[in-house]
């Protein structure tokens, strides 16, 4: 098959294995990213002369007929099954396709346009769960810290607290959105091209705020922005995995203040009367998942030099992985607070007076004792 | 000693020890934020009556005598020593003084002004960074992917990419501050008090674009909003690691591109020759320990309920060194920079045939032969 | 499709697959294993009288037919795989199978057979590595601290401090492996079966060292001793990283040390005469992966009580995934030795006289001056 | 002041208190082991004829008297402390401490003793902490999965299945502490020295099993080491945060099996009532801290060149720190046991119905019900 940077020898073949990995699978994710960005650049190479109008024209209508291909394990990655596309279709003209671009900033642009539209999303599921938590009863139930019985609370409070979590990774979301925002196309193995293309053209045609006019700026992006996107999934995920926890505590039979909708819990293969909250500690632990692949890209960006390493291949798995991942869980668990049941009785019953003690102490203070000394006095029936 | 909580019992006293751990160490740096948030408490206790005008005012006047206290081990935190502090010279009075709040609410506050303060010191820092990178020469150099000689580059290209990299740094920096730019005093122990306060005075006298209204919000924002601030600092301390990696490499004997001045460079105990480039070994090492405090907040803010848990005490040390380790790191940088010179000689010697290959086969390009049979025969060469 | 813990209703089909995840891809590595225990299983209820001889001798002979069977999305795991195909077969006594067994138990004793069996794979890889190393010439050359020249080494010396440290590695796994060796079936869903079945008759079967008595201790150890073999696994890798890093920075035309076989190479899809060492490079960075999965095992085992959670599901993917990534780079890596060279010549060249600075110090304390005083005589010519 | 690498210019100050770090502080506790060293390595001097018999056995009464000397930061660290002291006190003789050695390896062997004598003192605190476990009682209890009520269990039962996991725990520290038990005195700078010493006379004195030979297998193994230990580290801690996560939960009023001594409990500094388990809490939460301390090792010690960088110096405070934590919890586990109170009326009461379920249904398949068919016809009842 051929390879892009083939020279007339072979890859050991265990080897090529071990260097493809899952790369072609992944590179599915992008493809329809990978053929738009295609489309932008030969239109581009046209506009610069790099192509005649026709050459161009061919490959932008072959590129357009091709949404579904599959990238198969000899092609590599979706760069190469792309360029064999258009060879096979159009001969000489296809193998002009790559003219002053590299694999490097052709992955670039394609993860690039990923997490633009993926962080598109997210905002939608976010926004989807807020609604879902908006509907939910307001019912006074005890609030705790230490994993004990604190203060009264209410699963308003506790759900409008969910919201204004889920407002604060709305912004972080939408800053990191716009960070990312920078065409990279025309940095090519992140030092440019010796020719005279027009980085504006593509940056416009895909819609790009702006250029990343630094090549070797492009280049050191390449896993410091899947970091910041990482850091975005893991705050969310770290904030489902609290509403997780407090679900899965408040759900079981001591506490017994939320029943789960039996169509989001499984059973035991062998105690017949269990109901498990298997979602919610499946979501629980996907933030830790999220906060694994984070790990692994903070590791592989460390200690390089500038300039492309193959190492940066292996974080675009955790990027795409984790990302489907957080989109998944914010799903289920819209589902899950759609299903939701408060047992009122049950929350009510919890009311009981060791949550008034500060109130008391308060009432102390009110009639002139120093809060220290009514705070005292207070604690004594409770010793 | 007395501590906040006491009630009329000794807590085994090497337990005593596990539990106050190096608190009293890191609360010297929060006591200037305890002591200002103190100061807005008691003015708007007084202002809602819940101190008399006198009492509010004793208490501010001796506030602002105290910037030098020094936080002992038997006082716990710099809450205890602030009330302790107030109790000896107020009496009654000091006993007044936490009325309406919790530590947890004070410890919240305080890390907020601290992480406000610090956050506006790093952006300092990167921008005096940026200047002294602006400084610097443009020399033609190789860039290198892969570890070895790729295309033509310019130290100019390179450190204007890391001026990109800070530049990206500061966006984030600017939006993580703005999340957290939230007053969360009245929330006590995350469940609010019982009394008639005024959020909005203190978020006006402190300095804060709004008030953090949902109590449990602003719990369980403990631990998050430091591993926000510790993405921030990860960000940079990755773009100073990959400086760092850079300056190592191309200041050895063999690659011999810049030199290090001998002011910032240390020697070997044994071996007479060395000149080690030891500050940026360490900016590139203290990538790892900022990264591995981070992975210390991710983890002990997972898989618990809503509510403040002691375990987020132990966020407090991550937090403070990892933001003392960054700012360090971007001086000893800016130094750095500052005090480096080229080698003009080296850099030019090293612009050898080979990385003029891509431009040769551009050549063939702009003569007619599709870029991938241009490759192919320019390659030929290099076999 | 029939559910090992199915009552009648449907789970929601979203949420299935999100629970589902990719359980059903990675138990094809344990079915071979989760097969020859559910033989052992059979056998010994049929010994103690939970099957009749007829009905045993009927299930071990379908099992041992079933090497081959595809587990389907639908079947959610191995497990339930297999009971389905016993049913299927079988009818009524197929379903007498899980008796006196949970999914639990049912999933450590694959998980520890595969372990056992792929660390002993892991041995032989790690020895075979040893055996190419031995065969490598040992030349002068010279050793750097602080990535620059330090003192002369070769590269037998250097190779040979690999074998080393492999061989730290080989005691690591084999202690490991010994911990490992206890058979946790019948520990059940981890608070053993109110049957009188036979554990020791199962251990032996199955080759066990032992049997692990304590139920609770058995489910305690589901991701407790995934993390274990993670630990031998970062180990291998962080050594094969090293040896990354010492193979790509020696094969740079700047330190020209080592030749790389070029069919262990690959190109770039801009640059003709680019020759990339990216086998070594996701070597590098494959530790980096199996080291994120460490991390996902450490945030996932973490700050939940005794018992099995279903977040546990989630560590057999970095588990199963890392033992596959680290025997593949050992494989890569005993390669890549095999084909490397030495260049002499530039390996000789390099032996320049900074190196003999210690030695000459030496030779003055050999004559009689203090080390200290040697050593500042000596430096000032370096200066 | 002096140091071992002083040439005659100064360094930056800034700068050099960045490089110091906290060193100076760290090597406290490795000083005793740098002084024993000493002892040994003058006397293998002195043996070898690089020190007359006189400067030998001054230098050695000179350490003998050194167990209290406080580093200071002027001093960098203990090595460089211990050679001022020599000069200071014997002139020319003291000069010559340094001869056949390096800082490295002096670091190297006080690590490794320091790990060897502390991998001891946590064997002894497991062993405690087992002893503790054997005296509790033992009384029925719910046994739970998915943090629901599963199966009877008993607190027996989950005080003996964490002996076991401790036995693990001790299994693998037994195994590390041999993997370290080599004396890396006299690799030097990682390419030994050009010297006849004798590396065996120093093994002999200090008590290692054997000397490691290779010297870069003695640089390489900086950091790698730590790594070991870390992950004995985290072994422990997890099974400590297992224990924590139970105790908190099994003693809250809602589950009310476990009483917690008051000693071990803190309370609130707003609400009266509270007697919360920090202690406890904190243990959960050192788990993360040793591990994110792990994270940092494993991530200084990787993408590095063999020998010596000054990054590792970073993995001192690291492994130090997260070795005092984890002995620390280990005591304080045990007070926490030796305080606890079983409720034996609540453990009792939560005996209910379902936990027996499972029983249940192996009465009807003792009746001749397939098991599948009788978990069915059970779980019925509890839908």
Redesign the interface.
Known sequence: MN??????????S??EE??V?EDYLLDQALLPYDIQASIAHAEMLGECG?LTKEEAESIVAELKKLESLEIKKEDEDS?TAI?NYL?EKLG??G?????A????DQCLVAMRMYFKNNLQKLETEIKTLIEELKKKKDVPMP???????????SSG??F??YM??LE?DL??LQ??K??LDKNPLGS????????KINKESTTKKLGFAKT??????C???RG?YE??VA?VL??IM??L??MA??L???S????GFFKLP???C??????????????L??I??????V????????????????????????TKG?AIKSMSITL??L??MG?IFAGLELDEEKMKEAMTK?LY??????KL?EKGT????A?????????
């Open positions: 390879k892009l940077w083939k020279k007339g020898y072979e890859l050991d265990e080897v071990y260097t990995g790099y760069h360029e060879v000489e003209t193998k002009k396709i790559h003219t671009r590299s694999r490097n609030g705790y810290t230490h994993t004990r019985k604190a203060m009264p609370s409070l506790l409008s607290a204004d979590m604060d912004l972080l800053s990191v716009k960070i090519a193995a992140g030092y440019g091209v010796p020719l990343q006019e630094n090549p070797i700026h280049a050191n992006s410091k970091l910041l850091n893991t705050s770290l904030d995995n609290k926890s407090d899965i505590l408040f079981t039979s001591e506490f039996k169509e989001l499984t059973g035991s293969s062998i105690m017949p009367q269990k109901m498990n909250p298997d979602p500690e499946l629980r632990a996907n933030y830790h998942v906060s694994g692949y984070e790990a692994t890209i903070k590791g592989i960006c460390s200690n390089l030099i500038s300039g492309y390493h193959r190492d940066f291949q292996l955790p998944g869980s799903k289920v589902k060791e003690a500060t109130e008391e102490a308060y203070v120093p809060f220290r000394d705070y005292k006095e207070v604690s004594k029936k409770f010793m």
